[in-house]
Every structure is written in structure tokens, then in C-alpha cells.
């Protein structure tokens, strides 16, 4: 008998471990943040006493989803350039209105809008990609969220930083202030190959190594990219990756629509891991990532929403029906990326993406108790078969619940319990009216 600060009643249980991966009417039992005991419902009270029991006898319990691939703050840019190709829409487009809107307080109020949204659909970690990571790691903080922050470098000046190297020298001491934090991490962000020069892809990749990082990096993203650096260099990008020292397990490579098989293969080997965005990458028309290709040849395929700039939301659970979907329609076959791998790419493959699948990403004993709850008693669900399927073909985010990260109830009954709605809402339209009385055509 143990006893245990709170017990979550399941109707399933479903693990994301490859051995017991569905367990009918069991109970989670949480101390400290960490699961502790998973046992039978019928017979708890055998085995765990409890300070609080939780009733989610007609909810499906899972982990929480961890979006690999996110711009929070860009929640706040949602819809202003819709429509465009990926150059246009970033040169003509989202540098200017960064340029002239980024700044710390930008990068909180659309960190914190984008953590809602994110919480709201089930999101219990994301990694990120903008400036002022200071800002969207106390922005995570302060709505109860985990998060993977990004030390951003890219070759030109932003409001964050005039020159790499005081990217890198205020990338590093954000990851200093947050060495300790228990939901806080750091990964090195350079932007791209072709917006990074070699000198600082390099400095990056001994850097990583020295800190325990990974790498969070847009790779093969259009073809156009791949194009223009075979012009300029007579290499792909992910060779010159490979060249630098880049190409190895720290590696979360975003997008990847254009790889060769020779490369499908060599990344695989090289154990880099990719974080899939098929709904971004549909709607900027970047092209289509060879998930099953990449699955096949046993490489970590993980799912990223991108931003709401490109997206327009923060939905993994639709990030996972788009891309078990289009790999069906792709090869012509219904088998490939059943409800199971999706469900995994959107959880415990995230983990191992960013280095924290002994934490994070199943429903295991000792790890964090990051975990949502779907109600299954919307009739648009009725009936069921297998729950695994039901959630990636059929539930939406408004089926989520009840979200806990690391045993923190961070929503309840559909509300995130850390963030007035109202004002975030108040807050949003107003940098809207700002961004659009600036220019009319957003």
C-alpha cells in the first residue's frame, strides 16, 4: 500500500508503451509530479491510498502532446498573410511586420496566447523558435506549460540581437538562467542553412556538444532552398549539415519535404530526428515530407504545428489526422502510419526528439505526470472500438478536459485554470488593431 497525493480514474489508460500499450479501467496514481502506480480501477484501494480522487471513468487518459515545431509568439501574426508561398510570405510579408512589431512584450502576450491554445488541445510541452526566449520561457512559466526554448541564431539583425555572436551570447545566457528549471529547457536554434553562415553552424554544433543540447534547425523545407544552395555552394544542404559536424542524434531537422533515398536513409543512420509539419507544409505549398519512406528506414519522426502564422492553429490533434492521412494518400496505402504511430509521433517520439523521453511522453511509473484527459461521452465518438483510433480519426480538441503537467491540473472541465481568458483575449485584439491601423492590407 502507498499512498499518493492524487488518483486519476481511467476508463482506458493508453500507455504510448510498446508492451501494454491500451490498458481498460485502470488508475494513475501521482506524488510529486511523478506517476507512481498504475493499477486496476476495480481494485485500487488494494494497492494506493489517495489524498484526491479524479473521476475519468469515461475519458480516455493519455500523455500530454508535444508540439517539436512551434513560433508561439507568432500567434499573434495568425491569419495576417495567408495564401502565399514560403519566400513571399516570409520576405514580402513576416520580416517586415517582425521588423517592425518584435519586442519583449510581443513575445510574452503571443507566448501566453499560443500556450492557451496549446493547453486547451491537449500540448503539455512545445519547442520553440523565436526571439526573446526569455520572454516566451516566462510567458511558459507563468501559464503552466513546458516548454523547449530555442537559443535563436539567423545572419541578420533583429530586435533580439544585431550579430551572431551576441545571438549566441544571449542564447547561452538564457540557457543558464534556466539550467535548473524543472520545465524549462534550451536547444540551439539557427534559423536555417541558408540564413546561418559555416563559421556559426560550426561554433553551434561544438557548443550543443558542451551544453547537452540538441539542435532545433529548418532543413530541406522547399525545393527552391535545396536549389538555390546547390547554385551557391554545389551542395545540398544536409551535406554541408553533415560537413560541419551537424548531422548526428542532437539534430531535430523541421519540415524535410525534399530528400533523395540516399538521404532518407543517411539521416536515419546518423539518428536525426525530423519534426513533421504537414499542415504548415500544405498551406505555404513547401512540398510533402516521405514520412513512410522515413519510418520505414527507422528514422525519429516526430509532429510540429509550426506557427499560427502558416498554420493557422496549434492543433495536434489535427497535426496527427493530417499526417496519417496524407501518407495514406501519398503511397496509396491504407496501412502505412496507423492511428498508433500517429498517436506516437505526437507524444513519446517527440520526446526522443528533444532528448526527454525518460521524462516525458508515456504513461510510465517514475516518469512526469504530464497527462491529458479525452471525454469520450460526446456522442460524436459513440461508439467505439479502439480508442487509439477513435482520438487521431474522429475527436477534436474540445474533447480534451482535463490537462495535467507534472500532476499540476492546468486544466479542468475545458478551462485553463492559470489564464484569464478575457484579458487574453483583449490583448490579442489589441496588437490586431495595432499590426493592421499599421498596414491596412493585413
Known sequence: ?????????????????????????????????????????????????????????????????????????????????????????????????????????????GTRLAAYEMLRGGTTCFNDMYMFPDEAAAAATEIGIRAMVGMLVIGFPTAWAQDTREYLRKGQAVHDRYREHPFIHTAFAPHAPYTVDEGTLTTVAMLAEELDVPVHMHVHETAVEVANALQASGMRPLARLEQLGLLSPRLLA???????????????RAGVSIAHCPESNLKLG?????????????ANCALGTDGSASNNDLDMLSEMRC????????????????????????????????????????????????????DFRDIRLS????PVAQIV??????????????????????????????????????WGELIRGWNPTY
Open 383 to 386: 461508439p467505439v472500438y479502439d
Open 323 to 374: 499526417a496519417a492521412l496524407l501518407a495514406k494518400g501519398v503511397s496509396g496505402d491504407a496501412s502505412v502510419v496507423p492511428a498508433a504511430t500517429a498517436l506516437q509521433m505526437a507524444t513519446l517520439n517527440g520526446a526522443r526528439a528533444l532528448g526527454l523521453e525518460q521524462e516525458i511522453g508515456s504513461i510510465k511509473v517514475g516518469k512526469q505526470a504530464d497527462l491529458i484527459a479525452i
Open 1 to 109: 500500500m502507498i499512498t499518493v497525493d492524487q488518483i486519476i480514474h481511467a476508463r482506458w489508460v493508453i500507455t504510448v508503451e510498446p508492451d501494454v500499450p491500451i490498458l481498460p479501467a485502470h488508475s494513475i496514481g501521482i506524488t510529486g509530479g511523478r506517476i507512481v502506480a498504475i493499477v486496476p480501477t476495480a481494485d485500487w484501494t488494494l494497492h494506493v491510498e489517495a489524498d484526491q480522487e479524479i473521476d475519468c471513468r469515461q475519458h480516455a487518459v493519455l500523455p500530454g502532446f508535444i508540439n517539436t515545431h512551434a513560433h508561439a509568439a507568432m500567434s499573434l501574426f495568425r491569419g495576417m498573410a495567408d495564401d502565399l508561398p514560403l519566400m513571399q510570405w516570409l520576405e514580402q510579408k513576416i520580416w517586415p511586420a517582425e521588423a517592425r512589431w518584435v519586442e519583449a512584450g510581443f513575445v510574452r502576450d
Open 393 to 430: 480519426y474522429a475527436a477534436h480538441r474540445d474533447n480534451v478536459k482535463e490537462v495535467w503537467v507534472a500532476g499540476r491540473r492546468v486544466v479542468q472541465d475545458g478551462e485553463v485554470t492559470q489564464v484569464d481568458a478575457r484579458q487574453l483575449l483583449i490583448t490579442a485584439t489589441r
Open 286 to 298: 513547401s512540398g510533402i515530407m516521405p514520412l513512410t519512406a522515413l519510418l520505414a528506414a527507422g
Open 254 to 268: 523541421v519540415h524535410m519535404t525534399q530528400l533523395t533515398p540516399e538521404e532518407i536513409t543517411h539521416v536515419a
